[in-house]
């Protein structure tokens, strides 16, 4: 249960944040998801849990894909192509219940929500130049 006041605190958080910054708060998003799920599917009892964890991950990487700027080059479609592979990976591990799966998207895209906050944190103009659009 989360306390009173969280989801104005989430709302203005997601309002106000730089472009960058929001995709940011989707990986991390994305990757409390798939943490969830993961956790869930261990445990071997709360598959519901698991589903709605899964579902909420595959919303969140099509926001991913959303965000795209495919004329922005070679690593946006890069990017597309990473993430239909992983959105077809989240439905097999939701459908089939597959812990592997889930820890190959966790991995994955670990490493690329690693790099975005370095990008974000270390140099934040290279961001806007990046293979994301950020129209509001």
Do not use: C
Not at 26 to 53: F, H, I, S, T, V
Not at 92 to 115: F, S, T, W, Y
């Amino acid at each position: 249960m989360q306390p009173a006041g969280y989801g104005a605190y989430r709302r203005i958080r997601t309002e106000t944040a730089s472009p960058a910054d929001q995709i940011l708060q989707l990986y991390d998003g994305l990757m409390n998801n798939l943490q969830r799920a993961e956790d869930a599917m261990a445990a071997g009892q709360d598959l519901a849990l698991a589903n709605a964890a899964l579902l909420r991950a595959q919303d969140i990487v099509m926001e991913l894909v959303a965000s795209l700027d495919l004329d922005a080059g070679e690593i946006a479609e890069q990017l597309a192509d990473l993430y239909a592979y992983v959105y077809r990976r989240l439905i097999e591990a939701n459908v089939q219940k597959d812990r592997d799966a889930v820890a190959e998207v966790i991995r994955l895209m670990g490493r690329i929500r690693d790099a975005w906050a370095q990008i974000v944190h270390t140099a934040p103009a290279v961001t806007a130049a990046g293979a994301y659009s950020f129209r509001a």
